[in-house]
C-alpha cells in the first residue's frame, strides 16, 4: 500500500538535516528557519495521519506504507496506527515547541539545528517502523542525533554527560539487536505483524530463545526509557546538556524508547507471551514499580532543579512500563496517554525552568524563593505542569494516572495501585517543595535569592515588554541594592534587609535574552496539559481499536 | 523482512542454533559438526562478556569506547554465525532462477553491515567527545575527571 505520508514523515527531517550544514556554507543562521518549516510541515503531515488513523482505522483497514513497494515479507513496512500516532503528534508538536524556545534560548549554529532535525527524523521513524531491525537503527539515529545535542553547548561537563549516555545507550540498544537477533533466529522474519503470527506457530512463547529475547529485548529498551536500575544517563544528560536541548530530548527520546516497549509487547509478543510466561510480567512489573518509587525518592533529594525533574522522570517512565506490563485495557490506556501527557508536561517544565534560568540565572530549589512574584507567567506555567504532573484534576497527569491505577485494580495488582497513589504524594512532594519556594519564600532568607520587587528590570517576557528586554537589565544585578527601594518603596523593609546581609549582590550575572516566544511556549503547554485532562473521552475513543486490537 | 520469500526455509536456520529437540528434529549432525557450528556462539557470549566488562571496570575513556566496539563486533559474529549454511554456497541468485541448492541466509549479512555501519558513527561522535574531553581536564582517566568536577561543584 503506498501512503507517501507515512515515509515523508521520516525522510523530509532527515534530509533537512544536511540543509543547514550546506547552507550554513553561504549564510549565517538559516538552521532556525529551515528548522521551523520542516517543523510547520511535520505538524501538517501528523495531523493528516493522526486524522486518517481516526477515520479509516474505525474501518478497520491498515494504514501502512511499504518502503520502495516491496510488500511486508521481504521489505520495510510503516505502519500507523493509533498508538504510533499519538507519538508521531506529540513529536511534530513538541518539535515545533521547542524552536518557539530556541530562538532565542538556544544553541544557535547550524550545526544544532543539524542535530535537531535528525532527532526528529529518527523519532519519527522509530515511532513509525513496523520492523524490528528497522527499530534498531531508528533508535540509533536517535541516540547518535540526542548524544550530540547534549554536548551541544561544547562544555566538558556535557561532553561528559554526553560519553556517559552514549556509552550506555548503545550498550542497551545493543542489547535490544541480541534480542532481535534471538528472534529472528527462532522465527525467521523481523517484520512485527510476522512475528506475531510466526512466534506461536513455529516455536511457540515457551522457548528458551523467544524468553531470552523478551529479556533482551526487555533490559535493551528499558535503558532508553530509562527504568531503575538502568537510569543512571538520564540525570547527568538532563542536567548538564543546554536547555533548550532537555526539553526537547526530555518530552521525546524516552518517550520512543517506552514507546518502542509497548509496541514490542503488544504487537510481537502479545499478551499471550504474558499469559505463557508470567514471570516475565511478573518481572516488568515488579522493576516498574521500584522505579516508581525510587525515582520519587532520588527527586525529593535533587537540590537542583533540572536533576530532580529528571528523576521524576525515571518515576514516571517506571509507571508507564508498569502499565505495560499490566496488561489490562484501562492500563494501557493510562500508559498511552501517560506517555504523550508525561512527554508534553516535561518539556513544558523544562522550558519553564529554562525561562527561569536564563532570566535569573536561578537553577536550585532553594534560589527559587520568591521568584513566582518576578515571573508570574513562567512561574504560573511552572506550578501548572508541577501539579499536573502530580495528577491533580482536570490534567492530563490525572487521566493517565488514573485509568493505570484503575488497570492496576482490575489486575488485581493492589501493590501497583498502592504504589502509583504513593508516588502522586511522593511527586507532590517534590512539586510542593518548588511550588513553595516560588510564592511563599521570602527571597531575602535565601543567600543569592532574586530579589522580590523591581519587575521591570528582570522582565520575564511575559509581564509587559517581553521582546526586546536586552538592553535594560544586563547592568542591573550588581547594583541592583541601590536603586531599589527607591523603584518600589512598599516592598523597601524586606528588600532593605535582602541589601543589609549583602545577599543580593551575588546573584549571576543575568543573560537578558528572554523573550515572549520562550515564556508562550511553556505558558502554551500549561494549558494544552490542562485542557487535555478535559480530552479523556476523545482520547479512549481513539485509542480505543489498538486496544481491541492488542488485548 | 523474512527469510521464506528468500527461499530460505526457517527450520534450516533454526537448525544452525543450538536447539537441541528442534536441532534432532530437522538434521542428525555429528558431534564434530555442531562443534564446528557453535564455537562462533561461544565466541559471541565471550566477547560480548568481555566487552561489557571493560565498558563497566576499565577507568580509560578510550578503552571504555574500544569495550564497547567489541560488545557490537561479538553481535556482529552471532549473525554472521546464524547465516551460516554448512556446505552452502554465496547467496547469488541468476535472475533465471532454477535450483541453486542451499546457500548462506543473505539477510543477517545485511543486518550486520548496517549494525556496523551504526557502530562506525558512533565511535567517531564517541571520540568526537573524547577529543572535548581531553581538551578540557587534560586527561583520559575517568576517576580524575570525576574528582576535577566534585572539586569545581
Redesign the interface.
Known sequence: MANPELALLVAIPILAATLPLFLGLRFDRVGWPIALVVAIVEVALASVVVWRVFTERAAGGAYTHHLGGYPREYGIELVADPLSASVVALVAVVALVVLGYARRGGPRRNSFYAAYLLLCGGLMGATLTGDVFNLFVFLEIVGLATYALVAADRSGRSALAALKYLIIGTAGASLYLVGAGYIFVATGTLNMLELQEAIPETVGYTDPLVIASFGFVAVGLGVKAAVFPLHTWMPDAYAESPDTVTAYISGLVSTVGAYALGRLIYTVYTPAFFEAVPLAADVLVAVATVSIVAGSVLAVMQPDVKRMLAYSSVAQFGMIVAAFGLATQQALLGGVIHLIGHGLMKTGLFLAVGVLATAYGVRTVRRYANVGYRAPLTSAALGTLLLALVGVPPSIGFLGKWYIAWGAIEAGAAIVAGVVFFSTLLTLLYAARLLEALYFTPSHLVQGGVPADDITAYPDGGVEDGDAPGDVPGDVPGDAPGDVPGDAPGDAPEDGRGDEDGHVDRIEPVDPSVSVGMVAVAALLAFVAVALGFAGPAMEAFLEPFLQEVL | ??????G???PL??G??S?PM?LDQFTQPLLLDQLSLRYAYATFAIL?AVG?YM?VASPN?VK??IG?NM??SA?FL??VA?AYMHGGSVPVIPTEGGAVGEYASP??HV?VL??IV?GV??TA??LA??V??Y???GTLDERT?REV?DDNG
Not at chain 2, 523482512?1 to 528468500?6: D, K, N, R, V, W
Open positions: 523482512m523474512s527469510l521464506a520469500g528468500l530460505v526455509q526457517a536456520l533454526l544452525q542454533v536447539q528442534l560480548l561489557l565498558m575513556l571504555k569506547v564497547l560488545f557490537q553481535i552471532f549473525f546464524t539477510l543477517p543486518i548496517t549494525a551504526v558513527s558512533l561522535v564517541a567527545l573524547i572535548r574531553i581538551t578540557e581536564y575527571i568536577v
